[in-house]
């Protein structure tokens, strides 16, 4: 049984997806990080991404304590001055292109984080379409045909969710996910091929 009746008590139901969401959002925005090293863009990523993950920690934080804002604050101090750092046009300039690409992706990191309560309302979904056909099997006096109904409508739900489910959490992965750490860019992928020709055994000691 569920710690909570999903149908009366939603809130929960909704929340923990969304706890998971920015779980792996973080993840995402961690790999980015080891991409960077590996590019030998260290740098780059804390001045300017690194400052980003930090505002949107510091964002969802405020929503338990509003003294995580002041954080908020140095965060973007410290993302307006990594784009000054990177940036070799003019400061005015800079600053006005830095602020538009960092409500994008603020919008891009709330908007993402959104998409998980999905899953939640899947979940939901799940629960009522379980009542109805509990209580379309209920409301007969045949247990025989309590029982077919039962057994149709949870073979139609977990058929039907499943197809659904399956789908939008591979969207998640993909386009929440993955995108965060992708790029189209490195070396060509080649794959290995087997040898043309095998090395002859060499004779063991005792042959000889």
């Not at 149908?7 to 925005?29: A, K, S, T, Y």
């Not at 949107?56 to 604050?73: E, K, R, T």
């Not at 600053?95 to 960092?102: E, F, H, I, N």
């Not at 309590?146 to 591979?170: A, H, K, P, Y």
């Amino acid at each position: 049984a569920l710690w909570v009746h999903p149908i009366e008590q939603p809130l929960p139901v909704l929340m923990v997806p969304l706890i998971g969401g920015v779980v792996i959002l973080l993840l995402g925005l961690l790999l980015n990080a080891a991409a960077s090293w590996w590019r030998g863009e260290f740098t780059r990523w804390l001045q300017l991404e690194a400052a980003i993950m930090v505002l949107y920690i510091s964002l969802i934080v405020s929503y338990f304590s509003a003294a995580s804002l002041y954080i908020s604050g140095l965060a973007l101090i410290w993302y307006l001055t990594g784009t000054v750092l990177q940036s070799s046009h003019a400061v005015v300039k800079t600053l006005a292109a830095a602020v538009g690409s960092l409500l994008e992706s603020m919008f891009q990191l709330l908007i993402n984080t959104i998409s998980f309560v999905r899953v939640g309302a899947f979940a939901l979904a799940h629960a009522g379409l379980s009542l109805a056909f509990y209580t379309m099997a209920s409301a007969t006096n045949s247990m025989i045909i309590s029982f077919l109904i039962l057994l149709i409508g949870n073979i139609i739900i977990i058929m039907l969710e499943g197809l659904v489910v399956t789908i939008q959490t591979t969207r998640l992965i993909l386009f929440e996910f993955f995108i965060r750490f992708l790029r189209g860019t490195g070396r060509t992928f080649r794959p290995l091929a087997a040898p043309d020709t095998l090395p002859s055994p060499q004779p063991s000691p005792r042959g000889r």
